[in-house]
């Protein structure tokens, strides 16, 4: 059996199926396929509940639980999960309030692929799934 990468999963949660599919296919590019792609933000904290999840990529507007309830949920459940802010919202006020918030990082869409993988590979680092390139086991 293929070892899957990240060793933890990342979780991408966003109202939009095509949304899901750039991040899956931009990820997968770059070996990165040990993900869970949530198109219902009702499912999220489930998911968060039955998988140990390495980082979570998390829209904010979405229908039925906001980005801004699933972050305030998620980092007081899951507090050293980091959380990517990947969202169309992109006005500085809204980045400064999320890093203040502990987001890990806000990603305007659409995204810059090259700053998104950078951020992922921080994040990664961060949480010990990656060391300066190398995969940890």
Wanted: charged share 20%; proline share 5%.
């Amino acid at each position: 059996m293929l070892k899957k990468y990240p060793t933890l999963p990342i979780l991408i949660v966003d109202d939009e199926q095509i949304a899901l599919t750039s991040l899956e296919m931009v990820l997968n590019s770059e070996g990165i396929d040990n993900l869970i792609l949530c198109e219902d933000s009702r499912e999220v904290m489930d998911l968060l509940s039955e998988n140990k999840i390495g980082i979570v990529l998390l829209d904010l507007s979405m229908p039925h639980i906001s980005g801004y309830e699933l972050f305030n949920q998620i980092s007081q459940q899951y507090p050293g999960t980091p959380i990517i802010i990947v969202s169309g919202e992109n006005d500085l006020a809204s980045t400064v309030s999320w890093i203040k918030e502990a987001a890990y990082d806000f990603l305007p869409k659409p995204i810059c692929e090259e700053k998104f993988m950078a951020t992922l590979h921080k994040a990664l680092e961060s949480v010990g799934i990656i060391d300066n390139g190398n995969y940890l086991n």
